[in-house]
């Protein structure tokens, strides 16, 4: 059984994750604003809230989560910050800008990888095991 998220401590991961976070977190709302005031909020409510409330026990370096979640929902988490990041960047900047974000996104999605694997074998919250 893995104890221990083996990329938490990797800053150069977490960098490039943040990176696409903070891509996602301006351009999503800024696309999304012209169309509609209440969906951009709603957009960085959801891209900001949603990965700051939910969480795998032992992902986070510097503790806990509100609610333990699931690997493969903060899996999910991550995929929705680079999609959004991915579809704001080409809405938004120059084909150049956009290409690159997406290369960024794709790197990410490879970097993530052990993170991934480790999300996915993590074992279950406590409170979630079973008695026998």
Do not use: K
């Amino acid at each position: 059984m893995i104890t221990a998220n083996p990329s938490r401590n990797d800053y150069a991961r977490g960098a490039l994750r943040f990176l696409t976070e903070l891509i996602a977190w301006v351009g999503a709302p800024w696309a999304l604003w012209p169309h509609s005031i209440p969906l951009a909020i709603g957009a960085l409510v959801l891209l900001i809230g949603l990965p700051a409330l939910f969480g795998t026990p032992g992902d986070r370096p510097g503790g806990g989560t509100l609610v333990p979640v699931p690997g493969v929902v903060t899996i999910l988490l991550v995929l929705m910050q680079l999609a959004a990041a991915t579809a704001a960047a080409w809405v938004l900047w120059p084909g150049w800008v956009a290409a690159a974000v997406t290369v960024l996104c794709l790197l990410v999605t490879g970097t993530e990888q052990p993170r991934w694997r480790w999300l996915i074998s993590a074992p279950p919250h406590p409170r979630r095991q079973q008695a026998p």
